[in-house]
């Protein structure tokens, strides 16, 4: 799937789009990158995709 990830800097909060002005929040995705998962905010109005920095480290290790 093609499409572009837009990089926006995080402040106190991430609710509103910065491309529509949409209000009520975010889907989110997961976009696995080697051994990082990228945590990608998608706008339920207009679709554009959102990085905001967070990233999941994969961990192999099972815990107990």
Same mark, same amino acid.
């Given at each position: 799937?093609?499409?572009?990830?837009?990089?926006?800097? =995080?402040?106190?909060?991430?609710?509103?789009?910065?491309?529509?002005?949409? /209000?009520?929040?975010?889907?989110? =995705?997961?976009? !696995?990158?080697?051994?990082?998962?990228?945590?990608?905010?998608?706008?339920?109005?207009?679709?554009?995709?959102?990085?905001?920095?967070?990233?999941? !480290? /994969? +961990? +192999?290790?099972?815990?107990?």
């Amino acid at each position: 799937m093609n499409y572009k990830i837009i990089k926006v800097q =995080m402040e106190n909060e991430f609710k509103i789009c910065p491309s529509c002005g949409y /209000e009520d929040g975010f889907h989110t =995705m997961l976009k !696995k990158e080697g051994h990082v998962m990228r945590w990608l905010f998608i706008c339920p109005s207009c679709q554009n995709i959102f990085d905001i920095g967070q990233t999941l !480290k /994969e +961990n +192999n290790e099972i815990r107990s």
